[in-house]
């Protein structure tokens, strides 16, 4: 990953989660049949139907690039919060679904977008670790100073 993007306050990442979010919108809310709407609120109900683990992992994959940003925009203290952000992200699309009756309105979703969220900014975690060591290592035959 290059160093613009890991170092998400001097970089394009900004800029990138402002895309991102709506791609999310367009992918989630734009495009979508009106009258299509059903409420599911039953938490985990649809991971014990192998029919929906496509979905399920669909989700965990839409919001890991939202984590991700969000984690390099923030910095270090928001790790919780990157969960929280995306949790109220997912709610705020479903919520659009269930009043204009384009989806399905299921807390399975902002579970998964959640997790998804999460493993993103994992990964930004260890992007910054990786940065930050490749940083201070010294290269074999050179003095530090």
């Not at 009106?34 to 029919?51: D, M, T």
């Not at 989806?103 to 997790?115: L, P, R, S, Y």
Request: hydrophobic share 55%; aromatic share 12%.
């Amino acid at each position: 990953m290059a160093v613009w993007l890991i170092d998400g306050r001097k970089g394009i990442a900004r800029p990138l989660l402002a895309a991102y979010v709506i791609f999310i919108l367009m992918e989630t809310v734009i495009g979508r049949k009106v009258g299509v709407s059903r409420v599911e609120l039953v938490p985990f109900w649809s991971y014990s139907h192998s029919e929906y683990w496509v979905e399920i992992i669909l989700n965990y994959v839409l919001f890991m690039p939202f984590g991700l940003l969000i984690y390099l925009c923030f910095g270090e203290k928001w790790e919780l919060k990157v969960v929280l952000i995306g949790f109220l992200l997912s709610a705020t699309v479903e919520l659009i679904q269930l009043i204009f009756k384009i989806g399905v309105f299921e807390f399975d979703d902002m579970i998964g977008n959640a997790i998804g969220c999460l493993i993103g900014a994992v990964v930004g975690k260890i992007a910054r670790e990786m940065k930050k060591r490749i940083q201070t290592t010294p290269i074999d035959g050179v003095e530090e100073r």
